[in-house]
């Protein structure tokens, strides 16, 4: 019963802010390729700064997992950034809850390691509650940030013709 009154909430916003969203799609372009040109440069520099020191002990924290492991939560990222880009915030909200369920999974035992990707998947949530397009694309791109930082310490997946040779 609860479950069913969080769902007509979460319903509820969405409904709202798509509504907002279409009633503003003229700026919205705008604030988008504002949000993109900012975020460049502040990914850029977060990028440079969480890569330098911290890589061995990265690698060794999420120790059996691979990049290929972290593909369902890349796609979903992907998927919320075209539904937002459309301005279709259910979708959004949606993809980016799937992609925080995959990241759970990965998680799971890992310690903190996925910490600032998590903070930034809340992060995408709340600016959509609170209506905030550019924000929420803002968020996108820090979490792509973060979880590109994750694989490129990990290994690709292993292909089984590989082990058979």
Same mark, same amino acid.
């Given at each position: 019963?609860?479950? +069913? $009154?969080?769902?007509?909430?979460? %319903?509820? %916003?969405?409904?709202?802010?798509?509504?907002?969203?279409?009633?503003?799609?003229?700026?919205?372009?705008?604030? &988008?390729?504002?949000?993109?040109?900012? +975020?460049?440069?502040?990914?850029? &520099?977060?990028?440079? +700064?969480?890569?330098?020191?911290?890589?061995?002990?990265?690698?060794?924290?999420?120790?059996?997992?691979?990049?290929?492991?972290?593909?369902? %939560?890349?796609?979903?990222?992907?998927?919320? $950034?075209?539904?937002?880009?459309?301005?279709?915030t259910t979708a959004t909200y949606s993809a980016? +809850?799937?992609?925080?369920?995959?990241?759970?999974?990965?998680?799971?035992? &890992?310690?903190? !390691?996925?910490?600032?990707? &998590?903070?930034? %998947?809340?992060?995408? $949530?709340?600016?959509?509650?609170?209506?905030?397009?550019?924000?929420?694309?803002?968020?996108?791109?820090?979490?792509?940030?973060?979880?590109? $930082?994750?694989? !490129?310490?990990?290994?690709?997946?292993?292909?089984?013709?590989?082990?058979?040779?």
């Amino acid at each position: 019963m609860k479950s +069913n $009154r969080v769902l007509i909430a979460i %319903v509820a %916003v969405a409904t709202v802010i798509a509504t907002t969203i279409a009633a503003t799609q003229i700026q919205l372009p705008l604030l &988008q390729q504002e949000a993109v040109a900012q +975020n460049a440069t502040t990914t850029n &520099q977060t990028a440079g +700064n969480q890569t330098q020191g911290g890589g061995a002990a990265t690698g060794a924290t999420i120790a059996g997992l691979t990049q290929a492991d972290f593909g369902p %939560v890349t796609d979903n990222l992907n998927t919320a $950034r075209e539904s937002l880009q459309t301005n279709d915030t259910t979708a959004t909200y949606s993809a980016v +809850n799937s992609a925080e369920l995959e990241l759970f999974g990965l998680a799971s035992g &890992q310690g903190e !390691q996925f910490k600032p990707l &998590q903070d930034s %998947v809340d992060g995408i $949530r709340d600016a959509l509650r609170n209506n905030d397009t550019a924000k929420a694309l803002q968020q996108l791109n820090t979490a792509d940030v973060e979880l590109l $930082r994750i694989t !490129q310490q990990l290994p690709p997946e292993e292909e089984e013709g590989e082990e058979e040779e």
